[in-house]
Structure formats: C-alpha cells, structure tokens
C-alpha cells in the first residue's frame, strides 16, 4: 500500500505485487516499486524523521528538526498553497493527522536516537547500570552454588 502520495509503506514489494494482481479494486491503489532499502512508516513523514533520528544516533547528536519547527514548516507550506495528500484541503494536517501526531512521533523519535538509547559507540549510563547489575548477580548465584565466579 501506498500512502496518498504514492511512496512505498507498510508491506513490502513483493506482496504489492501479489496484491496487485488479486483483484481489479486493489490495482487502484496497489503499487509496485523496486526499492535497496524499505524504510516501513505510519506515514512517509515519519519514515524520513526515522532516517534522521538514526543519523542523529549515528553522529552522536541531535540533527531532528523541533516541533515548534515541524508546525510552522506546515503552516507555511498551506500559506503557500499546499494540501493535505488524504484530504485534499489547505489545512495544517499531514496525511489526515493532526500536527500534534506528527510532533510527538518526532519527540519519540529524538528520545530513542539520543537520551533513551545508547549513541553510536557509547553504552547509556541507564545500560552500562543494567550491564553491571547483571553481572554482578550472576557472579554471587554461581559462588552460592559452590561455582566458579568469572
């Protein structure tokens, strides 16, 4: 299925393409597109704030644009004439959502790229925690066996 721009979500190619042929309806909106990567998304907004959230994690910095910076893109877009893809109408939407969806997709998306998770080629202090706690139970399980602790 596509979203209402055409761009490639939710199920891949090949099942596009058996879609596609099961009946005359879901050739309407059925596409097939060959694609190296599919990035799968509620929406193709989101599939590209996903792209950089883990650009973001890779380069150990936030590089997601803002919210408050998400909303006047919008706004300005329907300033200068732009329509929601589902609804078709000059309105501060995106694919039907209210900007509100979008921004907190976006925030979710900034706190696993950055604060949530581990960045590129460092653990979180929340992992490393985690890590050392296990292993310390492990260790003093095995010696109240009469194991060896490693």
């Not at 058996?18 to 599939?47: E, K, P």
């Not at 959502?97 to 581990?118: C, F, K, N, W």
């Amino acid at each position: 299925m596509t979203d209402g721009d055409g761009h490639v979500s939710r199920v891949a190619a090949e099942g596009l393409a058996l879609l596609a042929l099961s009946s005359t309806q879901a050739r309407r909106f059925a596409s097939v597109v060959t694609v190296d990567h599919l990035v799968v998304a509620g929406t193709s907004n989101w599939g590209a704030y996903g792209i950089v959230a883990e650009l973001s994690r890779l380069a150990g910095r936030d590089l997601l644009h803002t919210s408050d910076e998400e909303q006047a893109m919008v706004v300005a877009c329907v300033q200068a004439g732009a329509v929601d893809g589902v609804t078709r109408r000059g309105e501060p939407t995106v694919d039907r959502l209210p900007s509100g969806a979008h921004t907190g997709i976006l925030e979710l998306l900034r706190v696993a790229a950055t604060d949530g998770g581990p960045v590129a080629g460092r653990a979180s202090t929340r992992s490393k925690r985690r890590t050392g706690k296990a292993k310390h139970r492990r260790t003093k399980s095995k010696s109240r066996r009469g194991g060896r602790a490693r």
